[in-house]
């Protein structure tokens, strides 16, 4: 692990970090711009591996390490934000109804809990996907220009 990491990694991760966390709260807690992030984060991997001569496995291999780690720590992100929030289900005196969220089931408990599994489940979910489908495109682009992978 200490590998996938050196100082100028070390750099990079601490820039995601913020700006991960920046476009959280750009969001005001949905992680909209998160998702969107990821396709800049799936272009920026890519370019600074076939930079530095990645072979084509490996590149891949990496790609989906750091699309992970991107999805990990959204996940925490929201996990942290929207977890306090699930203690309302318990609560028999919680109004769920004039939470702020869109009923998008029509009733309170059941459009509450959905709003739960999507910010905190599959949002994270989608960003992994947008980082893959952004390094994929840029790695299809580059090897359009360059077939020999040189």
């Known amino acids: 692990m200490a590998r996938l990491f050196n100082l100028k990694s070390r750099w990079v991760l601490a820039l995601f970090v913020f700006l991960d966390t920046i476009c ?8 909209f711009f998160c998702i969107l992030f990821g396709f800049v984060v799936g ?8 930079v530095a001569g990645t072979d084509l496995p490996r590149t891949l291999d990496r790609t989906f390490f750091y699309a992970l780690v ?23 005196d919680a109004d769920l109804a004039n939470f702020g ?13 959905g709003w739960l599994v999507l910010m905190i489940v599959i949002s994270p979910f989608l960003q992994l996907l947008t980082t893959l489908f952004g390094a994929h495109l840029t790695l299809l682009l580059q090897l359009r220009r360059n077939p020999s992978g040189t």
Do not use: D
């Open 101 to 113: 969220i869109p009923l998008i089931l029509y009733e309170p408990r059941p459009s509450f809990i």
């Open 43 to 50: 272009w920026y991997v890519v370019r600074r591996l076939v």
């Open 70 to 92: 991107t999805a990990a720590y959204t996940l925490v992100v929201m996990a942290l934000l929207w977890g306090p929030a699930a203690r309302m289900l318990s609560g028999p």
């Open 24 to 31: 959280v709260g750009m969001g005001m807690g949905v992680p």
